[in-house]
């Protein structure tokens, strides 16, 4: 069998991997994309995820090149992502177990 490895983010057959989560949050995927669509919908996270993962590097190597953005920016950056936040609870999903909010934990250093 080929590793994953040996392939780009985007190249190669599938593969069956398991994955623990929430009970909850895996009821909200199925109800969503039914159980057919599952491995699909969780492709498309992972992906976007390492699309975000790759900003933030981006983001963090600018900051440190030019420094950060100004105060009036952070804040509407952060109302933004507050009303983002405010979409997403109104499907249901939570904050961070710490009870800080999603966005807050995802900052720039």
């Known amino acids: 069998m080929d590793t994953p490895a040996e392939y780009g983010p985007d190249e190669g057959p599938a593969q069956k991997v398991s994955v623990s989560m929430p009970a909850g949050r895996i009821a909200a995927v199925k109800a969503r994309v039914g159980a057919r ?64 909010s999603r966005w807050d934990a995802h900052k720039a250093s």
Request: glycine content about 10%; cysteine-free; aromatic content about 6%.
């Open 37 to 100: 669509g599952f491995s699909a919908y969780i492709s498309a996270a992972v992906e976007r995820q390492i699309q975000r993962d790759l900003l933030e590097e981006l983001l963090q190597a600018k900051e440190a090149e030019i420094g950060p953005p100004n105060q009036e920016i952070q804040d509407w950056a952060a109302g933004i992502f507050r009303e983002a936040e405010g979409l997403s609870l109104q499907e249901g999903v939570e904050p961070t177990a710490e009870g800080e």
